[in-house]
Nanobody
Framework: QVQLVESGGGLVQAGGSLRLSCAAS????????MGWFRQAPGKEREFVAR????????SYTDSVKGRFTISRDNPKNTVYLQLNSLKAEDTAVYYC???????????????WGQGTQVTVSS
């Protein structure tokens, strides 16, 4: 049974930082691309960042480039998202996802975590 468990969310002031973690189990982690998505109230879920199985490839949505960094530790079966220079518009539930396709669309990812709330106060 595949499980993805996010942690690290919370309340932070604008300009602050958070580090999200996503621990995976029940799958051969290095075989899977990992993605982070977010969903703000009243909005659709959107792509934030992705990283390939080996960690050699990564990309971001334009609104977070230069502020967020995705990384992974395959021996620990964990993917991270470092969030710096946070803005109020980054407030959302953040989800990690695992898939065999290194994609930007939600349908590229088969397994999803339960989400962790990030709230940025202005």
């Amino acid at each position: 049974q595949v499980q993805l468990v996010e942690s690290g969310g919370g309340l932070v002031q604008a300009g602050g930082s958070l580090r999200l973690s996503c621990a995976a189990s029940g799958l051969t982690f290095s075989n899977y691309a990992m993605g982070w998505f977010r969903q703000a109230p009243g909005k659709e879920r959107e792509f934030v960042a992705r990283i390939s199985g080996t960690g050699t490839l990564s990309s971001y949505t334009d609104s977070v480039k230069g502020r967020f960094t995705i990384s992974r530790d395959n021996p620990k079966n964990t993917v991270y998202l470092q969030l710096n220079s946070l803005k109020a518009e980054d407030t959302a539930v953040y989800y990690c996802a695992a898939g065999l396709i290194y994609g930007r669309a939600a349908h590229d990812y088969r397994y999803w975590g339960q989400g962790t709330q990030v709230t940025v106060s202005s």
